[in-house]
């Protein structure tokens, strides 16, 4: 059975970095696409970045320039650096993984899914 589980979330002050670990039961060379997904308070969950299984990545607007995600294959890990954190950024950070070729910012599209990880931005 797969399980992503995710580490690294903490509260920083705004301008700040974390960076967020999602460790994976599978093999992570083995899947399509591996992607950050975010849930705000009393918000959608919203697509943060991706990776291909090529390298290929993918930001949402609100993090490009401040987000960088990558993966490690030999560790069947992934991560996420993010700096320049802002308040807005405060939401509960979920790693999840795609096995086939599907629309990689689409949470629905996703088959394994972390717990989730709480990232609080303070002003």
């Known amino acids: 059975q797969v399980q992503l589980v995710e580490s690294g979330g903490g509260l920083v002050q705004a301008g700040g970095s974390l960076t967020l670990s999602c460790a994976a039961s599978?093999?992570?060379?083995?899947?399509?696409?591996m992607g950050w997904f975010r849930q705000a308070p009393g918000k959608e969950r919203e697509f943060v970045a991706a990776?291909?299984?090529?390298?290929?990545?993918y930001y949402a607007d609100s993090v490009k320039g401040r987000f960088t995600i990558s993966k490690d294959n030999a560790k069947n890990t992934m991560t996420l650096q993010m700096n320049s954190l802002k308040p807005l950024d405060t939401a509960v950070y979920y790693c999840?993984?795609?096995?086939?070729?599907?629309?990689?910012?689409?949470?629905?599209?996703?088959?394994?899914w972390g717990q989730g990880t709480q990232v609080t931005v303070s002003s």
């Open positions: 999840a993984a795609q096995v086939n070729n599907r629309p990689w910012s689409t949470g629905a599209w996703y088959d394994y």
């Open positions: 990776i291909r299984r090529s390298g290929l990545t």
């Open positions: 599978g093999r992570t060379g083995s899947w399509y696409t």
